[in-house]
């Protein structure tokens, strides 16, 4: 099975700019959670998304959000960039049926704003 | 809130040393899954443990729940260079579907 991929792997904008990341989840899961990876905070929940619906959220602003397509597929999208939205973005499927389905990570999303 | 502490934060050992990360909470956790990450890229699944008491062998690694699932360890026997890397716990909590609470991790160094 191939496993979960994320496009673009590296993005560079500057302050103000927005930003699309997405993620292709593993055949067959249903659940997509995002993370943002930081050294500072290190890995912090962003929301989970489940047969289209936002099922969970984290404690981010609202200028962060995000949907699923009925394929599984995933986007998150970032407004109204600040530096420190500075990051790895990460994106992880399960099969997510409960909640102590095993995650599964992608590359991540290496976002700079300058 | 939640929260994994995790220890210890850094560990440059020699090969052939063994040595022991631990992740302890105040919560009770569903599942606490140990990850192992390498600089630019994702979180790599290593283990899950569901049940309290429960030890996970995989190969030269050790991984145990604690009997209340509120903390859990990773131990390494006789470290090799290939286990340097960045290792990562992370609790379910019963009903938080697709959250994970992540400890802050602990960065590695084998040297030979």
């Known amino acids: 099975k191939a496993g979960v991929t994320q496009t673009p792997r590296y993005l560079i904008k500057t302050r103000g700019q927005q930003v699309t990341l997405s993620c292709s989840p593993i055949?067959?899961?249903?659940?997509v959670s995002w993370y943002q990876q930081t050294p500072g905070q290190g890995l912090q929940f962003l929301f989970e998304?489940?047969?289209?619906?936002?099922?969970n959220k984290g404690n981010f602003p609202g200028r962060f959000s995000g949907r699923q397509f009925s394929n599984s597929r995933s986007e998150m999208n970032v407004s109204t960039l600040e530096l420190g939205d500075s990051a790895l973005y990460l994106c992880?499927?399960?099969?997510?049926?409960?909640?102590?389905?095993?995650?599964?990570f992608g590359p991540g999303t290496r976002l700079t704003v300058l | 809130t939640q929260l994994l502490e995790q220890s210890p934060q850094f560990l440059s050992i020699q090969e052939g040393e063994n040595l022991t990360v631990y992740c302890n909470s105040s919560?009770?956790?569903?599942?606490l899954q140990w990850y192992r990450q390498e600089p630019g890229e994702g979180p790599v699944l290593l283990v899950t443990?569901?049940?309290?008491?429960e030890v996970k062998k995989l190969k030269r690694l050790t991984f145990q729940f604690g009997d209340a699932r509120k903390d859990s360890s990773l131990h390494i026997t006789a470290a090799q260079t290939g286990d340097t890397g960045l290792y990562l716990c992370?609790?379910?909590?019963?009903?938080?579907?697709?959250?994970?609470?992540f400890g802050q991790g602990t960065t590695l160094q084998v040297k030979p």
């Open positions: 992880a499927s399960s099969l997510g049926g409960n909640s102590y389905n095993e995650q599964f």
């Open positions: 055949s067959g899961h249903r659940s």
């Open positions: 998304y489940f047969s289209e619906t936002q099922r």
């Open positions: 919560s009770v956790f569903s599942s």
């Open positions: 443990v569901v049940t309290g008491g």
């Open positions: 992370a609790g379910a909590s019963p009903g938080n579907t697709g959250k994970l609470i």
